[in-house]
């Protein structure tokens, strides 16, 4: 379907093309709930203060540590607005009143103490859609908690679940609180614009990161339930609910392959693979049940096998009788991944600031639109002359004036 929509009728606009967003994200969460916009084809004005938004801080770590940035700010407009000015949110209401979507993920409270919570913003554009993200939400016991993804992580669970039973709780690698819950927020807001547009009248949407993250935990929660509301012991890589087996990551001679059966039908492949079909009538091993009860001894017969072999013989083998399995590849691997880049998910980009970097091009697919072009991130302010004077229509004195006023 390469460029050819489904019903035949050729290229098509992606589907939030028209849709424009106001991004006061900061850090992961906001900024990627609002990429997703601009990677599914909305135009997307990021605002920040003056000295830019909290993550620009970290260029003076390296420039590695702002690739996050570049990451997340793809196919964005950059404007400054000083917030904390009378004339700064006289600019950014005019924005507003323009405005489809607004996106932000400040600490409950900190827009309305500025005067411009949602309840102003939505006098102002009846139709706005205001969606806010945060750690525990705007309303209970948990409201005013400082959250980062490493606070939700310990919080929600997800610390508690990751590591070995004989070692502390560690959190995961990946920032899973923060894209959860940017991922949740992206949806929120486009379901609430979806009924803004038929129904002319917007809403203000919240999501929580720790509600957002709840259901990764189904399996380790399986397992609390049947060991009767009591706290389950961390299962390293083994499934999280120690309710399938075989599940584990298992050494080869070069490195080391994740390799589980969801069906009998995969068992009996792996038997096959293995060139071992007598293991499917051991007792231990005969059906589910079985093979949990001895996990142990099964791992090290899987184990035993995957040592003698490479990854690549291994996936060959695996591939060969329908066995779920994949190589631990480190992070030059997934970079360079070839399916990724075929499919337009990464692509390679000469950034201003960072020189050639591999970035993500979003995750959604639309019938008939290629992925978006990547447009690298700006600097600061880089399109405050356009935006402001292009799309609001201030001239040149009403800018000036602005920037004497500290307000852009």
């Not at 993920?105 to 827009?111: E, T, W």
């Not at 009924?195 to 919240?206: C, Q, S």
Request: charged share 20%.
């Amino acid at each position: 379907m390469d460029g050819i929509n489904a019903d035949g009728m050729g290229l098509r606009a992606l589907p939030l093309n028209g849709v424009t967003v106001l991004d006061l994200g900061q850090i992961y969460n906001g900024p990627y709930a609002a990429f997703l916009f601009a990677a599914n084809g909305a135009r997307v004005i990021k605002i920040e203060p003056p000295g830019g938004e909290n993550m620009r801080r970290r260029a003076s770590v390296s420039d590695g540590a702002m690739l996050p940035f570049a990451m997340l700010n793809s196919n964005k407009e950059f404007v400054t607005i000083n917030l904390k000015s009378d004339e700064g949110r006289a600019l950014f209401l005019d924005m507003v009143r323009k405005a489809d979507v607004l996106l932000e993920n400040f600490a409950p409270g900190v827009m309305d103490r500025l005067g411009i919570g949602p309840e102003r913003l939505l006098q102002e554009n009846p139709r706005l859609v205001y969606a806010a993200g945060s750690g525990y939400g705007w309303t209970g016991p948990y409201r005013d908690y400082l959250a980062m993804d490493l606070t939700v992580q310990a919080m929600s669970g997800v610390m508690a679940s990751t590591g070995f039973p004989d070692r502390p709780p560690v959190k995961a690698g990946a920032a899973l609180c923060d894209f959860f819950g940017a991922a949740h927020l992206y949806g929120a807001a486009v379901t609430a614009l979806a009924d803004a547009m038929r129904t002319g009248k917007g809403r203000f949407v919240e999501v929580s990161m720790l509600e957002a993250v709840y259901p990764t935990l189904s399996s380790p929660l399986g397992l609390y339930h049947s060991l009767g509301n009591r706290n389950p012991p961390r299962t390293g890589n083994r499934h999280g609910g120690l309710a399938e087996a075989p599940y584990n990551v298992y050494p080869t001679s070069d490195g080391h392959v994740a390799l589980f059966c969801v069906s009998e039908a995969h068992w009996t492949g792996l038997t096959e693979a293995m060139e071992k079909p007598e293991l499917r009538a051991d007792a231990r091993f005969v059906d589910l049940a079985s093979r949990v009860a001895h996990v142990d001894d099964l791992d090290a017969i899987i184990g035993g096998w995957t040592l003698m072999l490479t990854k690549d013989d291994l996936l060959a083998a695996c591939a060969k009788y329908r066995v779920p399995c994949a190589p631990v590849r480190d992070l030059d691997e997934v970079v360079n991944d070839p399916h990724m880049h075929a499919r337009g998910a990464l692509q390679r980009v000469n950034h201003p600031d960072l020189g050639d970097v591999i970035l993500p091009a979003g995750t959604m697919r639309f019938a008939g639109a290629p992925p978006a072009k990547l447009r690298p991130s700006g600097a600061v302010g880089a399109d405050n002359q356009g935006v402001f004077r292009d799309w609001l229509g201030l001239g040149d004195a009403d800018i000036e004036q602005l920037v004497r006023a500290g307000a852009i």
